[in-house]
């Protein structure tokens, strides 16, 4: 598609759309932002009707309280009402909720990806292309995007890059988790217990009391627990945590608001599901014999591992050991200081937080330790304009270290990787926004944010190989898991070290009961430092083609740092900066006496030097996470949201998007080609790597139509009512493993939610039955090829969940 005739005749499309706004009766003025604190306004960020009409949902987007229909921005909200009644508990959830929107959860960690966009950010060294924040503090480990979703106010998803107002690591996008906030207009709290199968059992509740006319506190907690969505017992959950807030507002201008928040992830964790197998001789993939609800531990599944030939060990592989595990803790501390002049509104936020990783899992379908801990600090100050005038600005300042520890194992039989070491990064940024309202229907926007980021590694990677120098070695050393270098030499018997006559070994250890059996030792070290500065920008334009419709355009760059992958290949060590230009224009309207919501987005994006995150494999043999850039891509395409308010208790629903994503220059150097549909060349005189070509295919989690629909009819009863709601979510097929083969391919799926409540007077009480994925559709969220056993694994959807709500509040 030509940019520039997608940037012609997009804007005439959308303003015809727009058009029969312009009839609607001048009385009825554009709905306005309320001047109230954001956590106040957002009160009425609930998805529904009123008798007047659809209901106003006040945002923070754009770091101003602002009606989400006037806010010159792609955003979908997700409010509280739709988080209680999918039960939404963890960010992979939020794949249902948003069509844009690709969550996975790959044991530890949260995988996001917006449009295609996003990365495999399984370890501390790779940074997340979609920010997520919680309580206005970005939290920069997708391993601690966990733990939040309970007493939430909202939730906004923003689409394309926010490198103006978010920065760095926001080429995708942002996640913004805002939880309910103190109030002083009064004591008030909510309780529900949630029953379903899997054992489930969700306990939350939050309490608001009013300590003064000056102050209140809030406090909250959740405990969530069901068994493992897999047949070995893993994929469950097990946690609790809990959030007090307290608010202190001296005068009508002034408030500081202090948080502090801690959550306790425990039980077995994460796992997968076998996908399939690769014939090592042939090449040849068959689907497994299993399906997506049957996990690696399985005896099922456990039983094809003495079945699968490593010619690198001259024998078969042994059945997983051990047993999936997590104990990890996650607790932040922030402020909020709040002061509001004639001049404008200072807002200051610090932050600390923490998050300790300690978490066993086998989704690679080998045995990997993430022992990970990160603590952040981070400071941002902003002043902005009131939102009246000619000249309205915001100008701010940002402040960010994160320092990582990380100790992570990765027992893949045939090696083991041992990583360890210390990740710091620093960044600082200055930025501001200015718009210009020309007349009160038109506004010119300019933005600009200069980054600088410095990181440093300082670590070292050992692998322990294990080799057969002969034609087999029927009783070979097979490599079982042990947190230490030493304890997995101790605990094979081995002699040594030795001297190495293989190059790539600094030393050998010899097996005395198999003398063809070798383990070969290899140490690598990385000592770097790497410095980026970037200016991002944006310039917008909004129209307002009538009192209840909004016609806008932007242009936006993004930005996010390089770093380190730890890898014994010097070129593949650091990669680079990511960049992104994105164009933008939609329209926002209501029509028919504010029954109908229509708003329409159209999109281009093109990245350079777009990072990405796989598994791969060294030059010595050794599986391990790399982060490399992979040239450029294009993604373009639209999405369209409407909410009619067909009769007084009736509410229709519907969003669809439509995305053409595709890598026009991805190229990448391996030793070990993977098994893949791309192109490989073949290692050229003098060089020991094979070049693989991806030039031209479709881009990773890109499904080319995502489309949600609802219906929710309220049938009132006297002072009570019931509310019956149902949802259906479609996605065409998408590529979900970095090799891009049919066996990562995610087919098309239908999948649907119903839900039936009975509530009583004022809503102070509600009893729901709900039934989520109806069909019992477990789309695959992440599928990894594991090149030592030849295996596929992929990490299945929840299965079909069905229970019973009950909740109180007063």
Not at 497 to 511: E, G, H, K
Request: aromatic share 10%; glycine share 8%.
């Amino acid at each position: 598609m030509n940019p520039r005739y997608f940037l012609s005749t997009a804007p005439l499309a959308l303003a015809l759309c727009a058009m029969p706004a312009a009839a609607q009766t001048a009385s009825a003025a554009a709905p306005q932002a309320p001047a109230a604190e954001p956590a106040e306004a957002a009160s009425s960020a609930q998805s529904g009707a009123s008798e007047q009409g659809l209901k106003d949902i006040v945002v923070t987007a754009q770091r101003r309280s602002e009606n989400l229909q006037r806010a010159a921005i792609a955003v979908s909200v997700v409010s509280s009402d739709a988080l209680a009644r999918l039960n939404v508990t963890q960010s992979s959830q939020l794949t249902t909720l948003v069509p844009a929107l690709q969550v996975a959860s790959s044991g530890s960690s949260n995988l996001f990806y917006l449009r295609g966009v996003g990365t495999f950010a399984v370890n501390s060294f790779s940074d997340p292309a979609i920010a997520f924040n919680y309580d206005g503090v970005y939290v920069g480990r997708p391993s601690a995007t966990t733990g939040v979703f309970y007493d939430v106010e909202r939730v906004e998803v923003l689409k394309g890059p926010q490198g103006t107002l978010y920065g760095r690591n926001a080429t995708g996008g942002a996640i913004n988790i805002l939880p309910a906030r103190p109030k002083l207009d009064g004591n008030s709290g909510d309780f529900s217990a949630t029953l379903g199968n899997y054992n489930t059992v969700v306990l939350q509740g939050d309490v608001n009391l009013v300590l003064s006319d000056k102050a209140a506190l809030r406090v909250a907690g959740i405990y969530s627990k069901h068994n493992g969505y897999l047949s070995d017992g893993t994929n469950d959950e097990d946690g609790k945590g809990a959030r007090a807030q307290l608010l202190f507002r001296p005068t009508s201008d002034f408030s500081i608001r202090i948080a502090a928040d801690y959550y306790k992830a425990g039980g077995v964790g994460g796992s997968a599901a076998l996908v399939g197998v690769r014939n090592p001789v042939t090449g040849a993939i068959t689907p497994a014999p299993t399906d997506r609800g049957t996990g690696l531990y399985d005896p099922q599944v456990q039983a094809l591992f003495p079945q699968q030939v490593s010619f690198q060990i001259g024998r078969t592989l042994q059945p997983l050991s051990p047993y999936p595990r997590q104990n990890s803790t996650f607790w932040g501390v922030n402020a909020e200081l709040s002061w509001t002049t004639a001049a404008g509104t200072l807002t200051v936020i610090p932050a600390y937080r923490r998050a300790d990783v300690h978490a066993l899992n086998a989704v690679t379908s080998f045995i990997s330790l993430f022992d990970e801990k990160t603590t952040q600090k981070s400071v941002e100050a902003r002043f902005a304009s009131p939102d009246t005038g000619f000249f309205r600005y915001l100008l701010g300042a940002f402040y960010y270290r994160e320092e990582s520890q990380t100790a992570d194992v990765f027992a893949q039989q045939t090696l083991t990787n041992y990583l360890g070491g210390a990740l710091d990064t620093t960044s600082y940024a200055a930025f501001g926004r200015v718009t210009l309202a020309f007349t009160d229907r038109f506004r010119l926007s300019g933005g600009l944010r200069y980054t600088s980021d410095r990181k440093t590694v300082d670590g070292a990677s050992q692998t322990l190989v294990a080799v057969c120098v002969a034609a087999s070695c029927p009783g070979g050393l097979v490599l079982p898991y042990t947190q230490t270098p030493a304890g997995l030499i101790s605990s094979l018997g081995l002699v040594g070290p030795l001297p190495s006559p293989v190059p790539a070994f600094s030393s050998i250890y010899a097996d005395p009961s198999a003398p063809t059996s070798i383990l070969g030792n290899n140490r690598a070290v990385l000592n770097m430092e790497q410095k980026n500065s970037r200016a991002t920008w944006r310039a917008g334009a909004e129209y307002d083609v009538g009192p209840h419709s909004l016609l806008y355009a932007s242009v936006e760059t993004g930005y996010r740092g390089g770093g380190f992958s730890f890898a014994v290949d010097p070129t593949r060590q650091q990669y680079r900066p990511e960049t992104i230009q994105a164009y933008t224009i939609g329209s926002k309207n209501r029509f028919f006496d504010n029954r109908l919501q229509l708003n329409l987005e159209a999109f281009y994006w093109r990245y350079k030097n777009q990072q990405i995150a796989h598994l791969g494999v060294d030059s010595n043999g050794a599986s391990a996470f790399f982060t490399e850039n992979i040239g450029n891509s294009r993604n373009y395409g639209a999405e369209g949201e409407a909410q009619f308010l067909a009769a007084r208790n009736t509410l229709l629903t519907a969003n669809i998007q439509y995305l053409n994503a595709k890598y026009t220059d991805f190229r990448y150097s391996t030793p070990a080609p993977p098994p893949t549909r791309c192109a490989v060349t073949a290692p050229a005189p003098g060089s020991a790597s094979s070049v693989v070509d991806c030039s031209g295919l479709r881009a990773l989690r890109s499904p080319e139509w995502t489309m949600n629909f609802g219906v929710r009819q309220t049938i009132p009863i006297g002072t009570a009512k019931i509310v019956l709601q149902g949802d259906a979510r479609y996605q065409s097929s998408s590529y979900v493993g970095f090799e891009l083969l049919d066996i990562e391919q995610q087919a098309a799926y239908w999948t649907g939610q119903a839900s039936a409540t009975y509530s009583g007077e004022d809503d102070k009480w509600s009893a729901t039955l709900f039934v989520n994925n109806i069909g019992n559709q477990r789309p695959w969220g992440d599928i990894v090829y594991n090149a030592n056993a030849n295996l596929f694994a992929g990490s299945p959807g929840a299965p079909r969940l069905y229970g019973f709500r009950f909740a109180i509040k007063y």
